[in-house]
Nanobody
Framework: QVHLVESGGGLVQPGGSLRLSCAAS????????MRWHRRAPGKERELVAS???????NYADSVKGRFPNSGANAKNTVYLQMNRLNPEDAAVYYC???????????????WGQGTQVTVSS
């Protein structure tokens, strides 16, 4: 079982920055992909950033250029740096990873509990 804990959400003024973190713990042999999604009230869930296989992150068009250098470290933590935030970025942000608990095992998908980001003056 893999447990994800997100942190870093909160209230920020338009134009401000936040850095979200997602720490994965538990029975982890390997993580193949880590993603950030968000869901705003009344809107569909949106894939914001995805990091897989050591490749450069992919970003949604809505955040390109504003969410730079998001990635993962060797301690199974993925982060999302968010700059120049605007009210349209307000949402609950979810961490999502694909992980396997042992060599030759089956990858499973895990989700964090979500962290609220509010952008308001």
């Amino acid at each position: 079982q893999v447990h994800l804990v997100e942190s870093g959400g909160g209230l920020v003024q338009p134009g401000g920055s936040l850095r979200l973190s997602c720490a994965a713990s538990g029975s982890i042999f390997r993580i193949s992909a880590m993603r950030w999604h968000r869901r705003a009230p009344g809107k569909e869930r949106e894939l914001v950033a995805s990091i897989a296989g050591g490749a450069n992150p992919n970003y949604a068009d809505s955040v390109k250029g504003r969410f730079p250098n998001s990635g993962a470290n060797a301690k199974n933590t993925v982060y999302l740096q968010m700059n120049r935030l605007n009210p349209e970025d307000a949402a609950v942000y979810y961490c999502h990873v694909d992980a396997v608990s042992s060599r030759g095992g089956i990858y499973k998908s895990y989700w964090g509990q979500g962290t609220q980001v509010t952008v308001s003056s």
